[in-house]
């Protein structure tokens, strides 16, 4: 064998090394990765675990609509990986808040099927879709991106069904890489860079559900943060198409992990606008409620004036009358009233966007009912 030849077959090695495990014998995974045979495995059918309804848990998106100023594509084999790059440090990332972690983005990749009724990992009211986005985040305090470290590790899932009707408008900048990339390990390829709100905002869902559990692909590491958008977005068949032209290594015609067993896990639903809806439902009852207070000031004085003979004059002067009129005394009362009012929804908004946990809870509904007790003399 020549020095050449020699090279050749080491680097064709070394590859079969990196990606040495393949779909057709994901039950030997755990053989050579000893997590893949763990208690706390993904994907997992949603339906099967406990669900609870839970206000104690919390998840923020900061600076996810911000565009990236790069996105490269690779296929490597097992999945096609999307790599963004922001402008400046890693402070500047977009991040992910679950109850007080904060996690950054570090890449998205996708799984499917050989078929549009297959394809996601995580089933979800008993339907395996076509397709499912993961973005792999990570927490910066352990240092840098390693995949054994499972608990520094959030992934958010989207599932997609087909749908022809409606496509996924930002897959069309993926797949017109594809050309480029479909052979296992290809080089990356760069595309037009797009906001990760887009696979937020594409989906209708009204919650998340969380649950812990593990990386879908070896090494298995489990202490994985899942959250999942608990309604599918939507893809066409010819985008699915276009993903079914990628090739992955070992001949495998499916990149999605058999259903793990959820064991003894919990599933945990975070509504994704309650605290918003919150904070609006209260500013719209207490502005509602000042508008109604001053309008009652308004028409008790019109009518004493009216009583007073002064019906004839006109709107503003009314208003001179009814600002002379107006004992010094009654409208420090009144401003103080509403000035407390504005003070207490002040902290019912910072209390809203901080925290959803218990004590928080109890503190806004005393507050909420203290705010509401404040009837002005
Ligand atoms: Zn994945």
Known sequence: MNLGKRHIFFFAHLIHLISSWEYKDVGLWENEYPSCGGAQQSPINLDDIEQSDNSGGTITFKRYNITPKKMTIKNNGHTVEIKPEWNGSSKQKPRVIKDGTEYEVVQLHYHWGSSDDSGSEHVFNKVRTSLEVHVVHWNPDYGSFDPEQGDGILVIGNLYITDDKYSAEYLNGVISSFPNINEPDSEPVEIEPFSLSKILTESWADAY????G?????????????????????????????????????????????LQSPNSRQITRVSRFQSKLMIYFVSFTLMMENWMHLRNVEQEKKMQIQIQGKAQKTISELDCIMYRETSPMKKDENFKALTLKHIGMVILILLNTWTRNPLCFSLRISLSAFVIAQQTP
């Open 209 to 212: 559900l969380t649950y812990t």
């Open 214 to 258: 593990s990386l879908t692909t070896p090494p298995c590491s489990e202490g994985v943060s899942w959250v999942i958008l608990n309604n599918p977005s939507t893809v066409d068949s010819r985008q699915m198409e276009a993903f079914r032209t990628i090739k992955f290594s070992h001949g495998d015609d499916h990149n999605n992990r058999p």
